[in-house]
């Protein structure tokens, strides 16, 4: 031990060994981890003190034993739901897009709605995993892996409905620019191929990200498999009668997943940089996939579309929306799994409730200047186009809306409202919802009045439109259940680096950061020092 | 050909082995020869190096002819060549397996004798004629591929149509193709019941049965004809009845209209036939007479009268002479929609205004008229009939005024007196031999079908009927109940021993019949029609008898009369050619007879009209009975409401099977595949039968119950804005009950409401019931929401002041020099777009200066679409009736199909060209407007369509034509969102392909969606097994004979992929080929397509000739002309898209003795823009000022040249009142 550190009990800290120095005084404020008062203050990001092997253990934990009773009841639920999906995209393939309520008035509505939603919904892994990453948020460090995994989850989901939502599905491979003798290329004019090729980069940078950090992680899982291989003879074989060892399926698959990593200082090295490199690629995706997304509307000639204010609306309304999902995952996830509110505390769901706060006002802002912008621009086609929305047969679309995505974020002004877990949940039910709605008004009431009063028409779904936007919902859950059952829920490694036994120089006073501080000027310290130092102790 | 036989089969067999390695070493020895020999001027030619060496393997390799293995068969052993052809064998039997089957391929090859005139591929066109509904008669000329008919066009030749044609003559080849048309005549077998039996049973049972008439002079035959104006069948008539002078022969008509026939007698005491020259009219008052419109009043000269009128009403420039229209209604029809004045009145009131008419303007006449004026004089019009003085007085003043140019006639509603006090109007005008002659009616047309149907009725209660033929006609279905008593006709006919039915397709009358014959379509027939002028045209075969055996109508009657009729083979072009020898004489014949093929017509017999003397004395001897009539007539209240039947595109009911006429949009309400009872919107308000809303997804009309002249119905109620109040509107033809798997049970039969020869009926009574029945729609939007920018329209006073007024745009618009606005751009938004510069420079914009040729780029090009020919259409809005011509024209050229009741009301129709149709005002009950607008896709040089694309599958041509590429097209449907337009069409399934679920009317939402209200619920009737369940490549596919229609020229799409107009690209190739072969070329000798050379297929049909396409940069084409006109804009056009479609404003020719002050005021001033702000009931007061509603942008408003800001691109042209401006729909 004293190799890791001259100093005994820090070296037995950093061994995972020991706990953190335990203070006089409990954690301060609510003991909840939720934010307090004074500035000076600051909640521990992991509570209950975890050492690094309790961290460990618990993580691990999660995938090695058994899942909780009601994990195979839900997963059976949402892997149905998820099989109707296939059964009706099957059925919508073999019949014709016409099973659908769309017309030739209405020509997208749930498809593309579906599309946008859950292209949102991708943002927030990605903003949690790369944006917070450059900014020094210690707290991402809880959420960020399942909100990556949500992430790509998402973009699968998303993926699905420009797939399938064409007339002839079997010739979507048009899109890609393949070379062909005709020398037909794909029309590089067309925000749907920006798209395809914009949510094709974001899908796979994500999953670089998530993967690449789950590394050190899975090599863990590889670790204790193989120990617990050599320690004893024989476990849980994979069935009955089948002489395999789970640990030795466990041990081959992270073994093949962890690409050999050893925890060299080298890996670790590469590893960082690497890991700052693709936080520095996947920030500006996060800018540019939903801005793209929003160009298949922004820049067409539909009032109602044709909005120079989408780009900067859509990504708000994106990561609205996707930490509404996050949290809509990860509140049940704290309450199910054991411990697990000692890595998500509620000074994490404080901070994102925080943003959902922001952004929804941001999205209500963008709301109101489309309606300012429809009166003050003086076209009258766009004003017609928004007193529909408000006031035609839609109108019920558009106050929902209005009433989920700017008015129920109103009650975090509260503080009752950002820690209490329910009302966070339900508020995030309410946001998604709304966010669903935001891109069916935006599709459907900008499309079924446009132009021409003789050709206008109404969009009504249609049961197979339900089926497949509801089996999205199942393959989601699905994947994010399986997700749960067999990676590292957390990232394990990054989390121990928040941990107070992490800083070398914080001799038994981690808890106590404002008497930290002081000590620390008075030492002195070196620059790695100082720096995690400082996001320790930085308010 | 290759001399190594490749078929060991017929190796085996053909030579001996001997001369076969002959001929090897032959070729062997040929090629080396012509290696050193054939190269130019003896030079050895070769082409590899190995051929140069002239190896003795590259000799084997040639040999050979296929590398080596290839031809390894003909060295094998029989027992090799045996296992080889057993595996191929094998395989090719499990090859054949379902699902990995090769589909089989029939071809029809012209191996031999191919006739001299044709070119595989290429169509041929011969001229034939047929008989409309309500008689007279159109000429076509078909267009036939290979032998096989598939586009009726009108004949250029005929005087009728002169090259257009109404939608009964372009779905006629539909009918043609009908998969239910019987296959063979069906006997009803009194033992065994129905069973199919062939002609030749027939022959033998018509000697059997017809060979008794001989004795008795033919009493106890009748025959119930479909009447025809054919000379031939007159002819045939008269050698039956001078065989069997007792014979009874109805000349049936199931919607005659007996008033109007009674009218002529009253007033020339003969009948005669009125055709109009409305070409030569000034002042025109129509009562009630839908004569634009030969598809919902049986108005036999409807080609002739829409291409006259619209002549007058055709104005280019400010000087243009232009008539004025008046018209009184009971409906809201597409003639009504012309009118420059307008008023509704209930079809019984009408009779009060021609006598308030007559009274003003027979006032001062002398002579034999002035004992009519006495007599009308002696009428009274009682007070509170809604009928405004002031129109009248002002309309019979425009009348006098207009002396001989004037003319006033009587619809089908009017009665008798009406009728004949029109015609003694007109006589007194002095119009008679200019805008209104007369020829001698045909026997046919004269015949009294009510009078000749009640004796046959006597005849048929004494029993004194042992044969009954009804010969191309559904009295069972049609005919007028009350003449029949208890039962009606149905129950007479069935009391009948022999009964025979000869129809086209499924009737209610051959099922009820001892034999269903089943008849020959005029496609496939020879025979004769006589127009409505008199011009004779002859019917001649495109193509056998689908079904062989059967005989033309005239067949069949030659075969009743035959002497022997077992073997009897009546010939219809024998039969024709006696007929007209009679007719014609027998002088130069044969020359005539061809000639008369050729073109379709016989030369001479078309009459142009007489004049004709009115019986004054006579007329007035009417009045009596015109004033008791007025004095009955009382208003129609709520609780006597008054009915008019009209007409519908189905006609009498015979062209129900025809999926065409079925989807086709009926005018005003634009309802699809039913016929509602329609009402005004204050009267279904009145009696609480609304219509569910327009944004519900199957929307309901209530279902009531109607009951006039003591019979009842159920119907389901429709509004229609414009029509008279506690009028209802029906349709009839609908509600077949033996039809065909189209028609079987669509729409609600009217028939037995009706009395014999009535139009109109009085004393209706209406009982809601709880039910609703959904009713689809093709557009359920009244109104233009205000965006009057959209469908321009404007006053005569103004249009002469402005018209040859331009101005320039205060801006350049869209980048690069100003524009010149003529005076349809300043009606719109163009002149207020704001300077919309943009930072790059658009190329499509150099387009704009023409054909400057000088004017190239930096790359020594010239600008786009400058250069070749450059094609264009517009659409003359003054002048399109919205009589739907053009869809359906666009329907059977570019193989659309029919998706069926349930689609449309998804919003899935799949027309290219589609009829919107916008009501004016702010009363929904007496709108001021009815406007039709025909929208295609206009083929934006900037196409919103083409950037948003991703795989380029709409792409521009040189010629400025979007082309769509239905094989590169996935479907993202994206191109359709983007088009401002709404132009572009989806297949939503395989509707072009397969039967979409074997029933178009979508029985299953019919019945199943409003179970609480009475539907049947879960109904699998209709539905045995939904087909969407069914994977596409195993659906039922098209019938063999339905596929028969489909332009070979025209890709029939599959599901997945969009489609829309592409200005019938396959017409303008086939005429650039015609004309590259004929080297036709212009003064720089580029290749040209001449101005005329081609036309679209929608412009070929329109009856007023409101559609031209053609070359626009061609100055001197007809398109260019109006195209760069002062009346021709773009629609949408400030979005930039330049489309290559211009509708040309329509002008009104409005009385300013009947124009309120607002209205003149905007005369003035057509381009004043606030009246959307100020809404009619301000009246204009404040134009010109309060041009800012928006205070907050004023300032800079001003700055801007009061464009930018205020942008209002809404606006009212002339200050039409327009209903609650934009948002309208929100609020209502």
């Known amino acids: 031990m004293t190799t890791i550190h001259p100093d005994q009990i820090t070296a037995e800290r950093l061994a995972g060994l020991s706990r953190g120095p335990v203070t006089a005084t409990p954690a301060p404020g609510t003991g909840d981890g939720s934010l307090i008062d004074d500035p000076a203050i600051r909640a521990p990001l992991v509570l209950n003190n975890r050492s690094f092997k309790e961290v460990t253990d618990i993580i691990c934990g999660y995938t090695e034993n058994p899942p909780p009773r009601w994990w195979f009841p839900v997963f059976g639920v949402v892997a149905t739901l998820a099989g109707l999906q296939t059964v009706f995209i099957l059925y919508l393939i073999i019949t014709g897009i016409g099973v659908w309520g769309l017309n030739n008035q209405v ?32 707290w991402r460090t809880a959420v960020n892996r399942s909100a990556e995994a949500m992430t790509i989850f998402a973009v699968i989901c998303a993926a699905t409905f420009p797939g399938i939502h064409v007339g002839r599905q079997w010739m979507a491979w048009f899109l890609a620019p393949i070379p062909n003798s005709n020398a037909i290329w794909p029309n590089f004019r067309s925000p749907l191929l920006w798209d395809v090729f914009a949510i094709s980069t974001y899908g796979t940078v994500s999953f670089l990200f998530w993967y690449m950090g789950m590394i050190p992680d899975l090599a863990t899982l590889r670790d204790r498999a193989h120990q617990r291989m050599l320690k004893s003879a024989d476990g849980p074989k994979l069935l009955p009668f089948v002489p395999i060892r789970v640990d030795a399926i466990r041990a081959f698959a992270y073994g093949l997943l962890s690409v050999g990593w050893r925890a060299s200082s080298r890996h670790w090295h590469r590893y960082e940089a690497a890991y700052l490199v693709l936080a520095g690629i996947s920030t500006p995706l996060v800018l540019s996939v939903h801005s793209i997304v929003s160009f298949d509307f922004a820049t067409s000639i539909v009032p109602g579309w044709h909005t120079t204010i989408f780009p900067p609306y859509f990504v708000a309304g994106a990561i609205f929306g996707g930490f509404a999902m996050v949290l809509l995952l990860l509140i049940p996830a704290r309450e199910l799994y054991p411990n697990m509110k000692d890595f998500i505390t509620l000074r994490h769901l404080e901070n994102m409730a925080k943003i959902i706060l922001t952004t929804g006002m941001i999205v209500g802002f963008a709301y109101s200047m489309e309606f300012f912008i429809a009166w003050y621009g003086g076209n009258k086609y766009e004003l017609y186009a928004f007193q529909n929305r408000a006031f035609g047969p839609y109108w019920w679309a558009y106050w929902t809306m209005i009433s989920c995505n700017v008015l129920s974020p109103q009650v975090f002004w509260t503080r009752w409202a950002r820690t209490s877990p329910l009302a966070i949940f339900i508020v995030s039910i309410f946001v998604t919802i709304g966010m669903w709605f935001e891109r069916f008004v935006i599709i459907v009431t900008s499309l079924h009045r446009a132009y021409l009063p003789g050709e206008w028409g109404m969009f009504h779904p249609t049961l197979v439109d339900v089926m497949i936007f509801v089996g999205s919902f199942g393959v989601f859950l699905t994947l994010f259940l399986i997700f749960l059952r067999v990676l590292p829920v957390f990232a394990m490694a990054e989390l121990k680096a928040v941990l107070p036994q992490a800083s070398p120089h914080e001799h038994g006073h981690g808890q106590d950061h404002g008497q930290d501080h002081r000590r620390g000027d008075d030492h002195g310290h070196d620059k790695a020092h100082g720096h995690e130092h400082s996001k320790g102790g930085k308010h | 050909m290759s001399i190594i036989d490749q078929c060991p089969s017929t190796a085996e067999n053909s030579k001996s082995p001997e001369k076969r390695r002959a001929s090897k070493a032959d070729l062997a020895q040929r090629d080396r020869v012509l290696n050193t020999t054939g190269g130019v001027g003896g030079a050895k030619v070769w082409r590899s190096a190995d051929e140069y060496a002239d190896t003795r393997e590259f000799r084997d390799f040639v040999e050979r002819e296929f590398p080596s293995g290839a031809s390894e068969l003909l060295e094998s052993s029989r027992r090799g060549f045996l296992q080889v052809m057993g595996a191929s064998l094998a395989l090719a039997g499990a090859a054949t397996m379902p699902g990995c089957r090769q589909p089989d391929h029939k071809i029809l090859p012209y191996s031999k004798e191919v006739p001299e005139e044709i070119v595989p591929g290429k169509p041929l066109f011969y001229a034939t004629s047929t008989t409309i509904p309500g008689g007279g008669a159109e000429g076509l000329l078909i267009e036939t591929h290979e032998g096989r008919p598939t586009k009726v066009e009108g004949n250029p030749l005929h005087s009728v149509n002169r090259g257009k044609s109404s ?16 296959g063979d005549p069906v006997f009803n077998n009194p033992v065994r019941g129905k069973v199919s039996a062939s002609w030749d049973d027939f022959r033998q049972w018509a000697n059997d049965t017809f060979a008794k008439f001989d004795s008795t002079q033919g009493a106890g035959l009748a025959i119930v004809a479909q009447k025809k104006s054919s000379p031939s069948r007159e002819f045939i008539r008269g050698e039956m009845l001078t065989r069997w002078p007792k014979m009874t022969w109805v000349s049936y008509d199931a919607v005659d209209s007996d008033a109007e026939r009674a009218g002529v007698i009253a007033a020339f005491g003969e009948q005669v036939r009125q055709v109009l020259s409305l070409d030569k009219a000034k002042v025109v008052l129509s009562l009630d007479r839908d004569f634009l419109n030969g598809s919902t009043s049986g108005e036999p000269h409807a080609l002739v009268n829409a291409r006259n009128f619209a002549a007058t009403r055709r104005v280019t420039g400010k000087d243009d002479p232009m008539s004025r229209f008046y018209m009184v209604e009971s409906a809201f029809s597409i003639t009504g929609a012309q009118a420059d004045h307008r008023m509704r009145l209930a079809p019984s009131q009408i009779p009060a205004f021609a006598v308030m008419l007559a009274k003003e303007l027979l006032n001062g006449v002398t002579g034999n008229a002035a004992g009519l004026l006495e007599a009308v004089r002696a009428v009274t019009v009682p007070a509170g009939n809604g009928i405004d003085a002031k129109f009248v007085s002002v309309c019979a003043e425009d009348l006098r005024q207009a002396k001989s140019g004037a003319v006033v006639l009587a619809g089908p509603t009017q009665p008798a007196a009406v009728h004949a006090l029109c015609h003694a109007i007109n006589a007194a005008l002095g119009n008679v031999g200019t805008v209104v002659k007369f020829i001698p009616a045909s026997r046919e047309e004269s015949a009294d079908s009510s009078a000749q149907l009640k004796d046959l009725a006597q005849n048929l209660a004494a029993n004194q009927i042992d044969t009954l033929v009804c010969l191309n006609c559904n009295p069972v279905y049609n005919a007028p109940p009350d003449l029949f008593g208890t039962g009606g006709f149905a129950a007479a006919y ?59 109508d005239l067949e069949l009657l ?36 061809r000639r008369s093929l050729q073109d379709g017509v016989v030369p001479g017999t078309a009459r142009d009209g007489d004049k004709a003397e009115v019986n004054f004395a006579s007329v007035a001897k009417q009045m009596p009975g015109l004033s008791a009539f007025i004095a009955g007539a009382k208003v129609p209240t709520k609780d006597a409401l008054d009915v008019v039947f009209r007409v519908g595109h189905l006609g009498d009911g015979r062209f129900s099977n025809n999926a065409w006429l079925q989807e086709l949009p009926d005018t005003g309400t634009r309802n699809v595949w039913d016929n509602p009872a329609v009402v005004s919107p204050q009267t279904a308000k009145a009696m609480g039968i609304e219509p569910e809303s327009d944004t519900a997804k199957f929307p309901e009309g209530v279902v009531v119950t109607l009951a006039v002249n003591g019979r009842s119905i159920e119907i389901p109620v429709w509004i229609l804005p414009g029509i008279a109040d506690n009028t209802v509107l029906l349709t009839v033809g609908y509600g077949r009950r033996v039809a065909g798997r189209v028609g079987d049970g669509v729409g609600f039969d009217v028939f037995p409401l009706r009395n014999a020869g009535q139009r109109m009926a009085q004393g209706a009574t209406l009982a809601k019931t709880s039910r609703g029945f959904p009713v689809s729609s093709t557009q359920n939007h009244w109104w233009l929401e205000g965006r009057t920018a959209l469908v321009r329209a404007v006053d005569r006073p103004a249009f002469q002041k402005f018209a040859d007024e331009t101005v320039e745009a205060e801006h350049e618009i869209y980048g690069r020099h100003k524009e010149t606005l003529n005076f349809a751009e300043r009606l719109g938004e163009l002149a207020h777009t704001p300077p919309n510069v943009s930072a790059y420079e658009n190329p499509y914009n150099l387009g704009k200066v023409g054909p400057d040729k000088a004017n190239l780029d930096a790359a020594g090009k010239p600008p786009a679409y400058s250069t070749g020919q450059q094609w264009g259409m517009t659409i003359d809005l003054s002048t399109c009736t919205g009589c739907n011509a053009c869809t359906i024209a666009c329907q059977a050229e570019n193989n659309i199909p029919v998706v069926g009741k349930k689609e449309v009301a998804k919003g899935r129709e799949m027309t290219w060209i589609r009829v919107d149709r916008y009501f004016t005002g702010d009363d929904l009950d007496n709108p001021g407007d009815m406007l039709h607008q ?8 900037n196409a919103p369509c083409e950037v948003v694309c991703p795989v380029n599958a709409t792409i521009h041509g040189p010629e400025g034509i979007n082309y769509m590429t239905y094989n590169r097209c996935i479907g993202t449907r994206y191109c359709a969102n983007n088009c401002p337009y709404k132009v572009r069409r989806f297949n939503f399934f395989d509707y072009g392909v397969t039967k979409f679920n074997g029933d178009y009317y979508g029985r299953d939402i019919v019945e199943k969606v409003s179970p609480e209200r009475g539907g049947v619920t879960g109904s699998n009737v209709h539905n045995k097994l939904n087909v969407n369940l069914i994977p596409p490549r195993l659906r039922q596919k098209l019938d063999e004979i339905s596929r028969m229609q489909k332009n070979p020229n025209v890709t029939v799409r599959s599901r997945g992929v969009m489609e829309k107009c592409s200005y019938c690209i396959q017409r303008i190739n086939a005429a650039r080929i015609e004309c590259k072969v004929n080297d036709l070329r212009d003064s720089q000798g580029n290749p040209v397509i001449p101005d005329a050379f081609l036309q679209t297929a929608c412009q070929q049909a329109c009856p007023s000739e409101s559609i031209v396409f053609g070359d626009i940069l061609n100055l001197t084409s007809a398109v260019s002309k109006l195209r760069n006109g002062t009346r021709s804009y773009a629609l949408l056009g400030f979005l930039n898209t330049r489309p290559r479609t211009s509708y040309l404003v329509r002008v009104r020719n409005p009385n300013p003795a009947l124009v309120d002050e607002a209205r003149k005021h905007a005369w003035e001033n057509p381009f004043h823009h606030g009246a959307e702000h100020e809404g009619a009931e301000h009246g204009g007061a404040e134009h010109g000022k309060a041009e800012t509603p928006h205070a907050l942008v004023t300032p800079r408003a001003r700055r801007d040249g009061e464009s930018s800001l205020s942008l209002r691109v809404l606006s009212s042209p002339v200050g039409a009142p327009i209903s609650g401006g934009i948002g309208h729909g929100a609020h209502a």
């Not at chain 1, 020509?107 to 020094?136: E, P, Q």
């Not at chain 2, 014959?517 to 004769?528: K, M, P």
Request: overall charge negative.
């Open chain 1, 107 to 138: 020509d997208w509505a749930w498809d593309i709605t579906n599309f946008v939603f859950w292209i949102g919904i991708g943002h927030a892994g990605t903003l949690i995993s790369a944006i917070l990453c450059l900014l020094k948020q210690k």
């Open chain 2, 167 to 182: 939608i009964w003559a372009q779905s006629s080849v539909l009918d043609l193709y009908d998969p239910d048309r019987p």
């Open chain 2, 494 to 552: 069935a009391k009948v021993k022999n009964t025979v039915s000869y129809n086209l397709g499924l009737t209610e009358t051959g099922d009820a019949s001892t034999w269903a014959l089943n008849a020959t379509h005029d496609l496939e027939s020879w025979g004769d029609t006589q127009g409505a002028d008199d011009g004779i045209a002859p019917i001649q075969p495109m193509i056998a008898p689908l079904f062989d055996g059967s005989l033309s």
């Open chain 2, 558 to 593: 030659t075969l009743i009369i035959s002497d022997n009729r077992a073997d009897a083979k009546p010939d219809g072009y024998q039969i024709v050619r006696t007929a007209w020898k009679a007719l014609l004489g027998e002088k130069d014949f044969d020359k005539n007879w």
């Open chain 2, 934 to 941: 025909p929208v295609a896709c206009v083929h934006c040089e």
